[in-house]
Nanobody, 120 residues
Framework: QVQLVESGGGLVQPGGSLRLSCAAS????????MGWYRQAPGKQLELVAQITSGGDTNDRASVKGRFTISRDNAKNTVTLQMNSLKPEDTAVYYCSASVGSQWFASPTHWGQGTQVTVSS
């Protein structure tokens, strides 16, 4: 059974940082592409960043230079380090897995989501 459990969301002031983590289980993690998506109130779900099993990344233009996705294949975890946060980054962030894919495929599984709120 695939499980993706996010942690690390919360309330932060503009310009601050947060680190999201996702613990994965139930599938071949090191052979799968992982990612983070987000959905703001009233808006569509959008890709934030993906990382392949080989470490190649695909980042949303608006987060380049501020967010960094990384993975630890030994611990089955994927992390999103978010710096210089802006109010427009406020959203529910979802961990995703493209199980069995070694490129930037659409997700096959999702976590439950974690709220990130950027506000003064």
């Amino acid at each position: 059974q695939v499980q993706l459990v996010e942690s690390g969301g919360g309330l932060v002031q503009p310009g601050g940082s947060l680190r999201l983590s996702c613990a994965a289980s139930g599938f071949f993690f090191s052979g799968s592409t992982m990612g983070w998506y987000r959905q703001a109130p009233g808006k569509q779900l959008e890709l934030v960043a993906q990382i392949t099993s080989g470490g190649d990344t695909n980042d949303r233009a608006s987060v380049k230079g501020r967010f960094t996705i990384s993975r630890d294949n030994a611990k089955n975890t994927v992390t999103l380090q978010m710096n210089s946060l802006k109010p427009e980054d406020t959203a529910v962030y979802y961990c995703s897995a493209s199980v069995g894919s070694q490129w930037f495929a659409s997700p096959t599984h999702w976590g439950q989501g974690t709220q990130v709120t950027v506000s003064s």
